[in-house]
């Protein structure tokens, strides 16, 4: 007989995150074994997630192990898209290493049993569906060491199967004499200098390079290269791109150089257009500061270690100030938010749980002295509380004290309330019910909501006199669901949106009600949701006030649960009769290949097709004389397209250099005697740094023999990476207008801030920004003027457009969006609805949409005459086809019979007024025929070695622009996000919606495990912790492990990236003794999250010094750093909190006591002097430690002490 656990989730009704767990342990000879089993002659695990009151439609998962504890089977129980098992195969090799990892099969007969035959079932399952392999695996290859590092690791299906020549490369040694420089860090007072100390003596630093699928076998390009010190410190990353034909050397060598200072600070960046430059003739160049201004990153620290100022290239000195509890309460400088020009400080006030409660716009002087100033003369008071009455400062009235300074002479920019309603302009009172009755409000009427946000104030960002604001609140139901979220506008018109929920809590309903003021109507929305039995997506309903319900789509799954079909649009809500089908396929790694039939329109007993659109990766249809080449690494080989306004097929051929930047775009039209077409070719060409050096671009007519050429752009830059002149050697009407020819004369200037402010050659004479560097005045030409409206959050409200004659106004109500005082539109997620108005009735058009890969919006259509079908003739309303980087084609297929819809490329506004022809992207404007931003990334320093204007990598065909603001997980190359205890993924039009992670899959692991972090409390430090990491500073991706080399089946952290796996072998030292690793995942889990956000906040810091150096008498191959001790104080904090044993030593499973985190014994500090946490940290951990749930420790002793 075998032993079995039985995990039962038991629900409580006033449980506010999730479900209480029951674990029965079935011992080996128990009575019970009999009755419960699921086989009595396998090792299991069973886990039952519960999605109702009963056990119907309850998801089971079942884990088979063998008899040293390892998974070889993993059943997913009717989670097929046919309501079979997925099935999952795990095969050791003699070593027990896992040389292969199987994709899932699917058992038409679910039944939970282990399957003895999961091997060759899953081969048979592979060979007989489509996509067709005989390699249904992952394999790896190891080197033939102790180490047991990876050599080559390949991927499912024939194209990437091992000795394909498409394998990952890894290759492993130490740097060589001459290989590279060796800087260095000289501080002197508040200023750091680089220094040049040679090159790097031979064998000093590890050199690891990884050469990806594309690697051709002798080429320098598709292989990166690392450089790390012997505490793990990048020194180094550098790669290759092959030079200009007949140019020496044959590649150009590519080099961004990380330097430290002597406390393992990280001090400067040097991204390859600086390194191929500032040493010359084994010495600095002269100019090397000024270098470094425009083109490094450059750090300077306080003496605790925290970063004080930091320069970003294009940008001023940037100044941050902290107070005793480490946390930031001023940056700057910042330009005013009224958009006047003025400087000053940006201040955060906390509360006393290190909550943001508001924030605050501080004129003044902002340099280093300032910056002491400030941080010397801040405190004794530290937070501010609830006052009784209300506080007013400038004019704006709040329910918290001022008493932390500044006291007085700011501005209030965003006022966050938690915990109750009872605050400044709070809800008069609370319903017992919202979403028709269907939803109750407990929180509020029966609880508090206590550590929940309750709501919110954002000013209206005009002057410095109006004070008026969007206030928002929040309305929970238990769980902490938000069962209303309510917007009220200073005018009296408001934004409500009413919630309804599962059991397990997916959104069921919402009902939307809009009123832009008191003199227009309110508009109410319901839109209505279900799930397949696998809870994946199924249907949307939509319904506006009272006129009929739409259905907005209805999915199909295939038997892996990939998404097979949707069925789009009409008033038949069972989707038999849609207005389109939209069928989608994918190949063996589950990429994306086609939308529909690119051949063939016309499929039976499905309506007409109207648009469809195929991705070719690792195969090409015309190579374009070698030109355009099959790739295996995840870029786009080819794009075809066809519609049914001429029903003719279009394709793009590319070729990417060594970096995977486009360099060309050759279009065709393959149906022709001469399928070469050219018509809407381009070329680019490009600095080390990623800048635009060339473009070449054709278009106005298709099919135009000889093509014609519209534009021959030419670049040229300051020092650094902002543009300075555009040369359109062309010239041509339909091109780009190059009305300053003088290069003598810059056509663009830009601000300290790195924000382009005139552009000669769109006649912008100026560019006023706000504090978030967002554009609030553009004026153009004489006459013409763009005004921008937005609130504290940088929420675009409203735009202004005067072009001297006449003014258009456009507003941004949550959705809604307004046309001269009149709705004109609001989206759904499959296109918008068109709204008109004749004598105060409204009439509501659904406008329904397609999109490509990139969420880019190819072909609008309607049903206007409402019989359930399209005319293509006359019901498609508009079609876009694009140039890789965003620019419309012209001279076939555009504005047919719609109305103008101002969002296109990537799904974004696009801002055409006055010639400006921007995108906007929300935190950035983006142009699309000179390919750039004009304002810094916020988010540059994570892509060193890219310029701060450039879009996606210069890989538009692959990437789009996104904002990293939370902790993403990734699974089968499918992004999801993990925000206030809830997985999420993008729907078609970019929109973070809930997901309901299949049962047993990566994403649900995961979820489940941030989950437990927090404990089932939104009050605990986990979710506090948890909470950190919404922060727009702290970005970490999550991907489970199972290709980090040596690392490979274990949990670690490398930068922003946390790499898991729940079965980890090996285990750890406790307060109790001993623990497995995979005993707890969740604290594991943790744990790694605690490296992240050192890696991010603290910018690896001290953090990176050794804390215990190498040693092979204890299995320690490479030292340790203080980083673990950081991490491991937050994963004792979670076991204190949850009544866990507490882990006393870094490294198990040995007698050494030099990784001693705690003792047993009392002290003040549990941490020693490795790392010292602040006081509010230690005084949440000695809490949670005192708590009683906590069964093994009451209180605990530094290492080393008596």
Same mark, same amino acid.
Request: glycine share 8%; charged share 25%.
């Given at each position: 007989?075998?032993? #079995? ?27 019970? /074994? ?14 039952? !997630? ?68 999961? =091997?060759?079932?899953? +081969? ?5 569906? +489509? ?10 290859? #190891? ?39 060796? #800087? ?15 090159? $790097? ?97 450059? $750090? ?34 910042? !330009? ?14 906390? *509360?006393? %749980? ?27 008071? &530290? ?36 915990? *109750? ?81 599962? %059991? ?24 209505? #949701? !279900? ?104 870029? @786009? ?150 005004? $921008? ?26 959705? %809604? ?45 309607? *049903? ?5 079908? @399209? ?62 931003? %004009? ?5 540059? /320093? ?59 899959? $990566? ?60 079965? =980890? ?11 497995? &690793? ?73 007698? *050494?006591?030099?990784?001693? &985190? ?45």
């Amino acid at each position: 007989m075998k032993n #079995f656990i039985l995990f039962f989730l038991q629900k409580s009704p006033f449980d506010r995150i999730g479900y209480g767990l029951v674990i029965i342990l079935f011992l080996n000879g128990s009575l019970h /074994e009999h009755l419960f089993a699921q086989t009595d002659s396998q090792n299991y695990i069973k886990t039952t !997630t519960y999605t109702g009151a009963n056990n119907q439609g309850a998801q089971v998962m079942i884990s088979y192990f063998d008899g040293l504890g390892r998974p070889i089977q993993n059943v997913a129980h009717q989670q097929a898209g046919n309501s079979g098992d997925l099935i999952t195969y795990i095969e050791y090799d003699s070593l027990g290493r896992q040389k292969k990892e199987f994709l899932p099969y699917v058992r038409d007969a679910a039944s939970l049993n282990f399957e003895s035959e999961a =091997q060759s079932l899953t +081969e048979v399952f592979y060979l007989s569906n +489509e996509p067709a392999t005989s390699v249904p695996f992952s394999q790896k290859e #190891f080197e033939k060491s102790p180490l047991n590092r990876i050599n080559k690791q390949s991927a499912p299906g024939e194209n990437w199967k091992m000795n394909s020549g498409h394998e990952i490369k890894y290759s492993y040694g130490t740097n060589t004499k001459y290989e590279l420089h060796f #800087f260095g860090v000289k501080i002197i007072g508040d200023n750091v200098f680089l220094k040049y100390n040679g090159d $790097y003596p031979a064998q000093q630093l590890y050199k690891n390079s990884i050469k990806d699928e594309n690697w051709d076998g002798s080429s320098l390009e598709n292989e990166v290269t690392e450089f790390k010190d012997k505490q793990g410190r990048t020194i180094l990353k550098r790669s290759y791109i092959k030079n200009a034909p007949r140019q020496k050397p044959e590649y150009l060598q590519l080099d961004t150089y990380y330097v430290y200072d002597q406390f393992g600070n990280l001090s400067f960046v040097l991204p390859p257009k600086l390194s191929e430059q500032i040493v010359v003739n084994n010495a600095l160049v002269r100019n090397h500061q000024e270098l470094l201004d425009v083109l490094g990153y450059q $750090y300077v620290y306080d003496q605790r270690n925290r970063l004080m100022v930091k320069k970003i290239p294009g940008k001023t000195k940037e100044y941050i100030g902290y107070d005793k509890l480490d946390q930031v309460i001023a940056t700057g400088p910042v !330009t005013s938010p009224f958009g006047d020009g003025a400087e000053g400080w940006l201040r955060t006030k906390y *509360d006393a %749980f290190g909550r943001i409660v508001y924030t605050l716009w501080q004129p003044g002087q902002v340099n280093i002295t300032s910056l002491k100033n400030l941080m010397n003369q801040h405190g004794p008071k &530290l937070y501010e509380g609830r006052s009784t009455s209300s506080t007013i400062v400038g004019g704006v009235a709040f329910s918290y004290t001022s008493i932390v300074k500044p006291i007085s002479g700011y501005h209030v920019l965003t006022i966050n309330y938690y915990d *109750d309603y009872d605050w400044e302009y709070g809800p008069r009172s609370i319903p017992y019910s919202v979403c028709n009755g269907e939803s109750s409000v407990d929180y509020g009427n029966k609880v508090m909501p206590k550590g929940l946000p309750t709501g919110n104030w954002n000013r209206i960002l005009t002057d410095r006199n109006s004070t008026e604001g969007k206030m928002e609140h929040i309305l929970y139901a238990f769980k902490s669901r938000p069962v209303r979220v309510q917007k009220d506008y200073p005018n009296k018109g408001y934004t409500i949106v009413d919630s309804k929920f599962d %059991f397990v809590g997916n959104t069921v309903k919402t009902i939307t009600k809009h009123r832009r003021d008191l003199s227009m109507p309110e508009h109410k929305i319901m839109e209505e #949701f !279900t799930f397949n039995p696998q809870w994946r997506p199924e249907s949307h309903f939509h319904t506006i006030n009272n006129f009929p319900s739409q259905l907005i789509s209805k999915n199909s799954y295939n038997v892996l649960g990939q998404l097979s079909q949707k069925r789009v649009g009409g008033s038949d809500l069972t989707g038999a009769m849609p207005l389109q089908k939209v069928d989608y396929k994918y190949n063996i790694r589950g990429w994306l290949t086609h939308i529909n039939n690119v051949d063939n329109l016309s499929q039976a007993g499905q309506p007409k097709d109207l648009f469809a659109f195929k991705i070719n990766y690792d195969s090409v249809e015309d190579d374009i004389n070698g030109a355009v080449k099959p790739l295996f690494n995840g870029n @786009i080989a080819e794009t075809s397209w066809r519609t049914s306004n001429d029903n003719i097929k279009r394709r793009y051929g590319y070729s990417y250099d060594g970096l995977n930047r486009i360099t060309a775009a050759f279009y065709q039209r393959p149906d022709l005697s001469i399928p070469r077409a050219e018509s809407y070719s381009t070329s680019y060409s490009y600095d080390s740094n990623g800048n635009l050096l060339t473009l070449h671009r054709n278009g106005q007519v298709d099919a135009a023999d000889p093509p014609i050429a519209i534009d021959d752009l030419v670049y040229t830059y300051d020092k650094g990476n902002q543009l300075q002149n555009v040369v359109d050697q062309e010239r041509h009407p339909d091109g780009y207008n190059d009305r300053n020819p003088d290069v003598r004369d810059p056509d663009f200037k830009y601000d300290n801030y790195g924000n382009l402010i005139a552009d000669r050659d769109k006649e912008i004479k100026e560019i006023t920004y706000n504090h978030m560097n967002l554009p609030a005045t553009i004026r153009i030409g004489s006459d013409g003027n763009i005004e $921008y409206i937005y609130d504290a959050a940088g929420n675009k409200l409203k735009k202004e457009v005067n072009d001297g004659r006449e003014t258009s106004t456009t507003e941004y109500l949550d959705g %809604f969006i307004y046309k001269n005082d009149k709705l004109e539109f609001f989206h759904h997620p499959e296109g918008y609805v068109q709204v008109s108005v004749d004598r105060d009735t409204y009439d509501y058009q659904y406008v329904f949409q397609y999109k490509d890969h990139l969420g880019n919006i190819r072909l609008s259509y309607s *049903d206007l005459a409402l019989n359930g079908a @399209i005319d293509p003739s006359t019901e498609i309303l508009d079609e876009k086809n694009y140039y890789p980087f965003g620019g419309e084609h012209k001279g076939y297929n555009s504005n047919i019979n719609g109305t103008y819809h101002p969002y296109g490329y990537n799904g974004k506004e696009e801002q055409d007024e006055l010639g400006l022809e921007w995108i906007d992207y929300g935190a950035r404007n983006y142009d699309k025929w000179l390919v750039r931003y %004009f304002n810094v990334d916020r988010m540059s /320093e994570a892509y060193y070695d890219l310029n701060p204007y450039q879009y996606t990598a210069n890989n538009p065909v692959k990437f789009i622009d996104v904002n990293g603001d939370y902790i993403y997980i990734w699974e089968n190359g499918t992004q999801y996000r993990y925000e206030n205890g809830e997985t999420q993924k993008q729907n078609e039009k970019g929109k973070w919606i809930k997901h309901s992670a299949q049962e047993g899959s $990566y994403v649900s692991q995961i979820a489940g495990a941030l989950e437990a972090i927090t404990g089932g409390d939104p009050n605990s430090f986990g979710s506090q912790f948890l909470g950190l990491f919404e922060n727009d500073d702290v970005n970490v991706s999550l991907f489970e492990n199972t290709s980090q080399g040596d690392h490979k089946g274990k949990n670690v952290t490398d930068g922003t990236n946390i790499y898991t796996f729940s079965n =980890q072998s090996g285990s750890i030292r406790t307060t109790g003794g001993s623990e497995k &690793l995979s005993e707890n995942f969740h604290i594991t889990l943790g744990h790694e999250l605690a490296h992240g956000l050192g890696n991010n906040l603290l910018r690896k810091g001290a953090l990176s010094d050794t804390w215990i150096p190498a040693d092979p008498n204890i299995g320690l191959k490479d030292p340790i750093k203080n980083s673990e001790v950081f991490a491991s104080m937050y994963e004792n904090m979670l076991r204190a909190e949850q009544g866990l044993e507490l882990r006393t030593h870094y490294i198990g499973g040995t007698s *050494d006591n030099r990784s001693r &985190l705690i003792q047993k014994s009392k002290t003040k500090n549990p941490f020693g002097k490795v790392y010292n946490p602040t006081q509010s940290t230690l005084e949440i951990f000695n809490s949670l430690v005192r708590r009683p749930k906590a069964k093994s420790v009451n209180s605990i002793k530094p290492a080393g002490s008596q």
